[in-house]
């Protein structure tokens, strides 16, 4: 089994920062780590939204339009975890933040629709005030 734990969300002022982070725990499938893993949001009222999404080496990245040149996506597979480095931020940018993995998926591909993944953490909450 795959546990996903994310940290790091918090209040913070508009054209703040923050970083999340999220490590893996449990069956990791190879010595390899972790597969594709991406971020999604969600904000209340609405639906769950891409954020940005990294392939198991890194190599591949994929970003929502909205936090291009905001937002960066790394991974450490040596610790087992993902971060999402948020500045510039926006009231809008205020939602719950999931991470997500495709364990086992060495394919090289950044994924950005979230049935693609198999496992998720519970979520940190970012706030964003005017």
């Known amino acids: 089994q795959v546990q996903l734990v994310e940290s790091g969300g918090g209040l913070v002022q508009a054209g703040g920062s923050l970083r999340l982070s999220c490590a893996a725990y449990?069956?990791?499938?190879?010595?390899?780590?972790?597969?594709?893993m991406g971020w999604f949001r969600q904000a209340p009222g609405r639906e769950r939204d891409f954020v940005a999404a990294?392939?198991?080496?890194?190599?591949?990245?994929n970003y929502a339009d909205s936090v291009k040149g905001r937002f960066t996506i790394s991974r450490d597979n040596a610790n087992g975890t993902m971060y999402l480095q948020m500045n510039n931020l926006k009231p809008e940018d205020s939602a719950v933040y999931y991470c997500?993995?495709?364990?086992?998926?060495?394919?090289?591909?950044?994924?950005?629709?979230?049935?693609?993944?198999?496992?998720w953490g519970q979520g940190t909450q970012v706030t964003v005030s005017s």
């Open positions: 990294i392939s198991w080496s890194g190599g591949s990245t």
């Open positions: 997500a993995t495709r364990a086992g998926d060495y394919s090289g591909t950044a994924y950005l629709f979230s049935h693609e993944y198999d496992y």
């Open positions: 449990g069956r990791t499938f190879s010595s390899y780590g972790m597969g594709a």
